[in-house]
Structures are given as structure tokens and as C-alpha cells.
């Protein structure tokens, strides 16, 4: 069973930078496609990124492209992503996620079957 754990989140200044990573106790996660997704205060989940188990394909949403970088390490069955340039609008429960099966661009959350619990990312002056 895939049980998923992110960390990296806390607080920071806008402009800042964090990393989050994702990671399962299992160390099965490089079998797995792997999306970053987010929830703001009173909005709806939104999918951030996705990664293939390769790591040779990825996608972004627009808000994020040229700011966030997803990357995953399959020798430490760990997957990260890079946020660069934060802004309040990035405030948010950040969630990864797993899915099996082919490559899958759209990143719908959907399509994913194991969640981790989240890690809160703040971003205030």
C-alpha cells in the first residue's frame, strides 16, 4: 500500500523560495506517475504538477510554469518540487499523489489513486 508523506511547506516571504518533497514508506514510488496538487483557502484542489515515473515528462499549470520545477530522485524514491518566485496566490495545502498506468499530461486529480495528508505552504510578509 502506497502511503504518501509530503514535507518541505512553512512560511515565507513573498519572492522566497521552499522545496517540497514527496516520499513513500514503502520506497515503491518510482513505479509511480506523481502529481503536485493544492488547495487554497475556499477554493476548489488544482493540479500544480505532474511527473512520468521516468522523470523525462512533465506538466504545469499556467499559474506555476517558469516558477515551480517538479524533478523526482527514483534512487531515493523521492519527488520534489522546486518553488521559486512565491506570491500569496501560492498559499496553500499542497498535496502529492500517485497514480499507476501510461503517462498522463493533464495531471486531473482524478486520475490519481493514493494522496498524501499535505504539507501547508504560506506565503506572507
Known amino acids: 500500500q502506497l502511503q504518501l508523506v509530503e514535507s518541505g511547506g512553512g512560511l515565507v516571504q513573498p519572492g522566497g523560495s521552499l522545496r517540497l518533497s514527496c516520499s513513500d514508506s514503502?520506497?515503491?514510488?518510482?513505479?509511480?506517475?506523481i502529481g503536485w496538487f493544492r488547495r487554497a483557502p475556499g477554493k476548489e484542489r488544482e493540479a500544480v504538477s505532474c511527473?512520468?515515473?521516468?522523470?523525462?515528462?512533465?506538466n504545469y499549470a499556467d499559474s506555476v510554469k517558469g516558477r515551480f520545477t517538479i524533478s523526482r530522485d527514483n534512487a531515493k524514491r523521492t519527488v520534489y518540487l522546486q518553488m521559486n518566485n512565491l506570491n500569496s496566490d501560492d498559499t496553500a495545502i499542497y498535496f502529492c499523489a500517485a497514480r499507476s498506468g501510461a503517462w498522463l499530461p493533464n495531471c486531473a486529480d482524478h486520475d490519481y489513486d493514493s494522496w498524501g495528508q499535505g504539507t501547508q505552504v504560506t506565503v506572507s510578509s
Open positions: 511527473i512520468s515515473t521516468s522523470g523525462s515528462r512533465s
Open positions: 514503502a520506497f515503491i514510488l518510482d513505479r509511480y506517475q
